[in-house]
């Protein structure tokens, strides 16, 4: 049983940053495929990007925040970061940090991970 905890987040102005951070414990850190999702007011739940586990390290973002978020994850440290530039108010959402083991086709799918972390606000507004 992974538990996942997220720390960052809070207030940004428009084309800002901001960085969101997930620590994990109780299992088995690098195999497991480590996802973010955000979820915005009256909205559901979308993929905002993965990095797989097991060695794999291959990363998948949604084309919204391509080129602006970057994943990392360290393994030693059993933590998993999203750094998020040139931010708008349309990133205004709860971010949730995610792992599984979803195959390659599943990787955007929320169903397809095991634990989730309780999410924290991310807020970009003048």
């Known amino acids: 049983q992974l538990q996942l905890v997220e720390s960052g987040g809070g207030l940004a102005q428009p084309g800002g940053s901001l960085r969101v951070s997930c620590v994990a414990s109780?299992?088995?850190?690098?195999?497991?495929?480590l996802g973010w999702f955000r979820q915005a007011p009256g909205k559901e739940r979308e993929f905002v990007g993965a990095v797989r586990g097991s060695g794999a390290n291959t990363y998948h973002y949604a084309d919204s925040v391509k080129g602006r978020f970057t994943i990392s994850r360290d393994n030693a440290k059993n933590t998993v970061t999203l750094q998020m530039n040139r931010l708008t108010p349309e990133d205004t959402a709860l971010y949730y940090c995610?792992?599984?083991?979803?195959?390659?086709?599943?990787?955007?799918?929320?169903?397809?991970?095991?634990?989730w972390g309780q999410g924290i606000q991310v807020t970009v507004s003048s």
């Open positions: 109780g299992g088995t850190f690098r195999q497991y495929t």
């Open positions: 995610t792992a599984g083991r979803p195959i390659l086709s599943m990787i955007r799918t929320e169903t397809a991970y095991w634990y």
